[in-house]
């Protein structure tokens, strides 16, 4: 099963695609795209570009993408909500079925606790996913969302795990 993850951002939006048969994880691609500062509809416009074009290149069987924080700022969620809205509506468009997660959980899944620092995160996918060197940070969230569901889905014995609770999952 091919999986791709997604760390939604309106100046960087990680992308990270791994394939998972049974509990061995194999690294495939990742990066960020790159989004130009400017007025808000060009730049979800490039989110969906940029999404569009990892799907046509990797064909993953399905999608996992973070569920957005309520930051100090409500109008830095609300941009961040449009740019993951933006992600989520094409990667339906193109057939995927996307799973969501709290960074929480994806934090709990890679590292083993849920208030891991993001250079922790870094070093367990590269650990996790054999890497030569560590992967840019978005780029690591993006992977770990997948990582994330792909222990889900082993531990529930399906592709189609609903996410954790409490660290527990559902």
């Not at 590292?111 to 870094?122: D, I, P």
């Not at 070093?123 to 222990?151: E, F, K, N, W, Y």
């Not at 399906?158 to 409490?166: E, K, L, N």
Request: hydrophobic share 45%; charged share 15%.
């Amino acid at each position: 099963m091919r999986i791709l993850g997604i760390d939604p951002g309106l100046r960087l939006t990680g992308f990270g695609v791994i394939d998972v048969q049974g509990r061995d994880l194999r690294y495939v691609a990742s990066g960020v795209i790159r989004i130009a500062p400017g007025a808000l509809p060009p730049r979800l416009k490039t989110i969906h570009e940029g999404i569009s074009e990892v799907v046509a290149q990797y064909r993953p069987a399905l999608a996992v993408a973070e569920i957005v924080f309520v930051n100090v700022n409500p109008q830095s969620t609300l941009l961040l909500g449009q740019a993951r809205g933006a992600a989520i509506t094409t990667l339906v468009a193109h057939g995927l079925a996307v799973h969501e997660y709290t960074a929480l959980q994806v934090k709990q899944a890679v590292v083993g606790h849920g208030r891991a620092a993001k250079s922790q995160v870094q070093a367990m996918v590269q650990r996790l996913l054999g890497l030569p060197g560590l992967p840019s940070t978005d780029a690591a969230d993006a992977l770990a969302c997948a990582i994330c569901h792909a222990h889900a889905a082993t531990m529930t014995g399906a592709a189609g795990a609903t996410g954790m609770r409490g660290g527990r999952l559902r």
